[in-house]
DNA sequence: TATTAGCACTCTATCAGTCCGAGTGCTAAC
DNA sequence: GTTAGCACTCGGACTGATAGAGTGCTAATA
């Protein structure tokens, strides 16, 4: 798609004035608010001709333009200058992030929060992917006969617990034992590699009878794997109802349904960052249509990727209307990741 | 408030037809539906009478009458009718819940989900209250140089835990040596007896240098008490905009709006249920202007208790319009409390 | 050839006016 | 105490007229 030089003006003032007026931008409102050297006629021109490339449209014969998906993603792909954050806001960010507790779970959280408030549109994180990240302690604590803790601790810190059902009849002695020796076996294993197998045969070592075996092998084997399930947090959805694009009550209701599946949002965003990501830093944007979940034609999602230590890594972004500024919101974004990666670096180190 | 039998009978039925109709009830509509033996002049005057008890109001003069928040107390307190679940509905939900994985949390939260499903309104659930369950186990498992796990078994099973900070240079035999000695003079406390002072008493024993136990009995101390906060739980948000009692765009924000600051919602919650609760099975039901909590006004709260054995409970319920069908709501809020209290009782024991 | 002024046309949003129906309170009769 | 009847009220739905914003097209212009 190449745009001559005022085309790309054109687009680009279409879009920065809808965003800010919810208005569709007529000729003349295009030449008052921006200086184009040429008439509002010449301006027609240009806007039929970008309307039939099918980058803005008309809502109807009598109303002025709205940048069309393609028209945004044209927008956000080549016109879109970046934004820098002030000082205030900076320091804004590092402070409510900073100010959080010890815990990684809650920093994200807060994180999240943060980038939910300050744009005023849904946030959301994904729970870090842990498959990568490898053991390196594994303890089972007796709770009560029948009843263990499993504890598992995973590269940069990481801690998951489990309670699990074992045998009635096994001692607080024997669950240290089978404990120590699937530990020795299995620390320094990502957790890919941890199968029902590579469990069973850790466990060889700890002279237990065979009968009861199975049991404890299947409750260690899930609670190394539900360390690892994907989860998804969402905040702010009821702030969407503020903005005019959901002004009208059956898009709020479709809106707040579809985010209310937070099993297919979360596949979704896992889907927008496959496991082998090539650039870590970047940003995976979805607009409008290309939004293959259902509900979400109105939105857009920004996703991109927080890390700790180097095996595990998990996204944070924002869902808002397509009707953003998004280069604002990508800056937010990107500091928001910025300070929260840092804050995990110095926890964990 | 002495009610003449007619007087109620009216008001029931007013009470009824406005729930299922959500249309203000006229003389001529109540004559239809419900076979009294009088003209709608008659009722026209009983309605008046009610109207100057305050028990029903009109929107405006020429509109039929609505109940008044008083109103639907006086239905609640003295004239519904309790109603009975059919088999289906008990069938359904023993097996949503009875479906459930094996954890206590996670079993509350299905119990939250099937009510919120059931009623197509708001449900919440508050975590379990700890502070008179008593210390059955503390364990401190060293992480990493700097980093502990403390674990806290508690009476009925729960189990809590959370990462803290220690001295660098401790070794873990010495946060075993700590533990222990801990777990032998804490076990058996209620929590709400457990302070700063017992438990550095309580570490005497382990022979620490001074220096370094204030950051330990301070984490330990938080990490015990942090096992007691409270936590709200509400599910179904997005269902509220269903209901044509939130069909005003303004109303559904207030109410969302409302909704989302869990701290408010939770600590209102929290003093509708006395910790000293006299009588455990009952309901706690707040209407309309009754609820103190700002944005709230059209809704109605109705909250009862569960009981994790004989020294744990919390709180679970509903958050749904004023204008609902009370005997509905309350039967099927019972009977998922009793529902869930077994499951929990067969899970303890 | 690109630009522009001008104009006829289209469509929406808004506002006032009208009418209908449901419901009420009151009065007088039973 | 109950009821029929009636005048009155008010919201909701419909109508038609109007203003305003914007368009596309044409013909003139640089």
Do not use: W
Not at 277 to 288: A, T
């Amino acid at each position: 798609m190449a745009l001559d030089v005022r085309k790309k003006q054109v687009l680009d003032a279409i879009v920065d004035d809808y965003v800010s007026t919810y208005e569709p931008v007529g000729s003349k409102a295009l030449i008052e608010r921006h200086n184009f050297s040429v008439s509002s006629a010449t301006l027609r021109n240009e806007m039929a001709e970008l309307e039939r490339l099918g980058l803005i449209e008309k809502p109807h014969t009598s109303a002025g333009r709205i940048p069309s998906d393609r028209g945004y993603r044209e927008y956000v792909n080549s016109l879109m200058s970046y934004d820098n954050l002030t000082d205030d806001e900076r320091s804004d960010i590092e402070e409510r992030i900073s100010g959080s507790v010890d815990d990684i779970t809650d920093l994200i959280k807060t994180a999240t929060d943060t980038l939910s408030e300050r744009t005023g549109f849904v946030s959301l994180y994904m729970s870090p992917r842990l498959h990568k990240s490898f053991l390196k302690q594994l303890k089972m604590l007796m709770i009560e006969p029948g009843k263990a803790l499993v504890v598992i601790v995973l590269s940069a810190g990481v801690v998951k617990d489990k309670v699990v059902r074992i045998p009635n009849f096994l001692t607080g002695e024997q669950i240290m034992h089978i404990s120590d020796s699937v530990e020795q076996n299995l620390t320094g294993k990502p957790l890919d590699e941890i199968t029902l197998v590579t469990v069973a045969t850790s466990m060889k070592g700890a002279d237990i009878p065979e009968a009861m075996m199975n049991q404890i092998v299947y409750e260690a084997y899930t609670a190394i794997k539900q360390a690892d399930s994907l989860n998804i947090y969402l905040e702010g959805e009821n702030k969407m109802l503020q903005l005019p694009d959901f002004g009208e009550l059956s898009k709020a209701r479709n809106l707040l349904d579809s985010l209310s599946n937070d099993g297919m949002v979360a596949g979704y965003v896992n889907e927008l960052h496959p496991m082998d990501e090539p650039n870590e830093d970047s940003f995976m944007i979805r607009i409008g249509q290309e939004i293959t979940l259902d509900g979400l034609q109105d939105c857009s999602f920004i996703t991109t990727t927080y890390k700790i230590g180097d095996d595990i890594s998990g996204n944070i972004g924002v869902i808002g209307p397509k009707r953003m500024e998004y280069s604002k919101v990508i800056s937010q974004i990107d500091f928001v990741r910025k300070t929260l990666n840092n804050k995990i670096k110095r926890l964990t180190e």
